[in-house]
């Protein structure tokens, strides 16, 4: 096999896969020393290959150093005998001697063998990682392989990549099935022993960003801008949006005609409320709005920085909060600022001054 038509094929592969055939003729100088070494238990001593692709041949040699007393016979020489060999040796000089190991075919076969297939294995997961290596913070389909221990294991690409997605990452109530078809956000790509390896996720806020933008143009055309989002995976997500050409309706846009466009992301997103918050520069607007689907009566700037209290009418309270306090919590991770809801009597109770203002309107 280690012939010429042998090192033809190397150029052949240069071509095709674009791998130089030095770095094909280094693995397999490095390989087939160590496979002449390995066979031969070190009764060689050191091994030298001379590889030599115009002519299509290989050449082991046996290399010892010449010293004044012999320690180690396989890798040492005395000079009494380099010099019978030539005349000029020294101490400290490199005697080669060529050899053929014992079962030479078969070991150079098999070695070049085990060398392409390695590169071209590596060469395909270099690609896959530099296909998916700026693919960080997008959105991708791809099968599920297994489930493991509670982890995703998701083929990414053409199969060569692997997507990982860790129980944090995977939505409470979602199923998961092996040979399903799943879109994922890229959290991360990194390059592992056994290849590229990429941090998918479903439950990122980032999922929902990229979603919009796949399914709203004037997103992706940059007329409607998402100023920001705020989830907890399969219960509500909040976003933010805002358009500065005032005859698009940014509402409109990203909810579509009768609502097809929103249905569809709730729909990929199996049900999860999605709360679609219009963007104000006023930040004390924008935390009123930041609270639907309640009404927000007023929202006052207290002492501190970036905190706020918002009064709402007596019976949407828990509205406003929402169940175990989640409506509350992501009105605050969207807007940046803590908010303190109360209701108007408690308000009142307080002696705090409630000034009528249109500060959201109600939405179920």
Not at 57 to 83: G, H, M, N, Q, W
Not at 283 to 298: D, M
Request: hydrophobic letters at 40%; charged letters at 30%; proline letters at 3%.
């Amino acid at each position: 096999m280690v012939n010429k038509d042998f090192f033809a094929a190397l150029a052949d592969l240069e071509k095709e896969k674009g791998i130089p055939q030095e770095v094909f003729i280094e693995a397999l100088r490095n390989a087939l020393v160590s496979a002449c070494k390995k066979q031969s238990a070190g009764a060689v001593g050191d091994v030298e290959l001379k590889l030599v692709p115009e002519k299509g041949t290989i050449e082991f040699y046996t290399a010892k150093t010449v010293v004044e007393e012999v320690v180690d016979k396989d890798t040492e020489i005395s000079l009494e005998d380099a010099r019978a060999i030539k005349k000029s040796y020294k101490v400290g000089d490199r005697v080669t001697e060529k050899f053929t190991p014992k079962d030479f075919s078969r070991i150079a076969a098999q070695t070049a063998k085990q060398v392409i297939l390695q590169k071209l294995h590596e060469t395909e997961r270099d690609a896959a990682m530099n296909e998916f290596s700026d693919k960080e913070g997008e959105l991708v389909v791809g099968k599920i392989r297994k489930i493991d221990l509670k982890n995703v294991y998701v083929e990414l690409g053409k199969g060569q990549v692997e997507g990982l997605m860790l129980p944090s990452d995977q939505v409470p109530g979602e199923k998961y099935e092996v040979n399903d078809k799943i879109k994922v956000f890229v959290k991360r790509v990194k390059s592992g022993f056994k290849g590229a390896q990429v941090l998918v996720s479903r439950s990122s806020a980032g999922l929902v960003r990229k979603l919009f933008e796949e399914e709203v143009p004037e997103i992706k055309q940059g007329t409607v801008i998402i100023k920001e989002v705020s989830r907890e995976a399969g219960a509500r997500t909040k976003i933010a949006i805002y358009s500065e050409d005032q005859r698009v309706d940014a509402i409109g846009a990203c909810v579509g005609n009768k609502g097809a466009r929103v249905n569809a992301i709730v729909e990929e997103l199996h049900g999860e409320k999605i709360d679609i918050i219009p963007w104000s520069e006023n930040p004390l607007e924008f935390i009123a709005k930041a609270l639907s689907p309640a009404k927000v009566i007023s929202v006052t700037q207290l002492e501190g920085e970036n905190t706020a209290m918002a009064v709402v009418p007596d019976d949407k309270l828990s509205l406003a909060i929402g169940r175990d306090g989640q409506n509350a919590r992501l009105a605050v991770r969207l807007t940046g600022w803590k908010i303190d809801v109360k209701s108007e009597s408690a308000a009142a109770k307080l002696g705090i001054g409630i000034v009528e203002e249109d500060a959201g309107e109600e939405n179920e």
